[in-house]
């Protein structure tokens, strides 16, 4: 396959397994919670709109699942003033609607797992 100059490089996931996704709604001070998530997997995005349900292929799912955040506090009880707490959250929650069988993604992640960035 000819790579052309400025060309996108990347599976859009046509063989992976799919699964139906709903990403929440969330009511945020600012707006957020109800924005479109932008997903990328190895040059390539997904738009994906909160709030319907959405056919996506696994490895969206994989980097949702893989997307986290840090969150750091500081405690300032006795005896751990200044101790740093982190700790990992989501960066976006989902709620499956239906997803593939441990099989099918099995033998995925055979088929595909050479492709990913390391």
Not at 50 to 58: C, F, N, T
């Amino acid at each position: 396959q000819e790579e052309l100059p400025g060309k996108q490089t990347g599976s859009l996931g046509q063989g992976d397994p799919r699964a139906v996704i709903m990403i929440p709604v969330i009511d945020t001070e600012d707006n957020s919670g109800s924005r479109d998530v932008v997903v990328g997997v190895n040059g390539r995005a997904w738009q994906l709109k909160r709030g319907a349900d959405l056919s996506v292929p696994w490895r969206v799912v994989e980097a949702l699942q893989n997307a986290v955040a840090d969150t750091v506090r500081h405690r300032n009880d006795e005896g751990h003033e200044g101790e740093v707490l982190v700790t990992k959250s989501r960066r976006v929650t989902f709620e499956f609607i239906e997803k593939p069988t441990k099989a099918e993604i099995d033998a995925w992640h055979e088929r595909v797992d050479s492709e990913f960035c390391a």
